[in-house]
């Protein structure tokens, strides 16, 4: 039983490997630079934001909350009376 060991390869010169092409990664939610605005009061400023089924109905902290306590949505005038508050208070 002899075995024939077979001759080292020459070596590779590290000029001649090409490096492994890897394709850029992709962001992982489409829109995630685009501003975000509530699909209830309009509002693009929230301390917290909340999906609602699909990107779409995105709603604000405030919108989502008084939707879960009330099992409705917020109408027009307490939107206005909120952002009338708000503007209140910031002066």
């Known amino acids: ?27 992982s939610t489409p829109n995630a630079t685009a501003p975000r605005k509530c699909g209830n009061c309009g509002t693009t400023e929230s301390c917290k934001w909340r999906n609602v089924r699909s990107k779409d109905n995105i709603r604000c902290n405030t919108c989502y909350d008084y939707r879960r306590r009330t099992k409705k949505e917020r109408s027009a005038d307490v939107i206005q009376n909120y952002q009338w508050m708000k503007m209140v208070k910031s002066q």
């Open 1 to 27: 039983m002899s075995s024939a060991l077979a001759p080292p390869a020459a070596p590779v010169a590290a000029s001649s490997v090409a490096p492994p092409q890897c394709a850029p990664p992709a962001p």
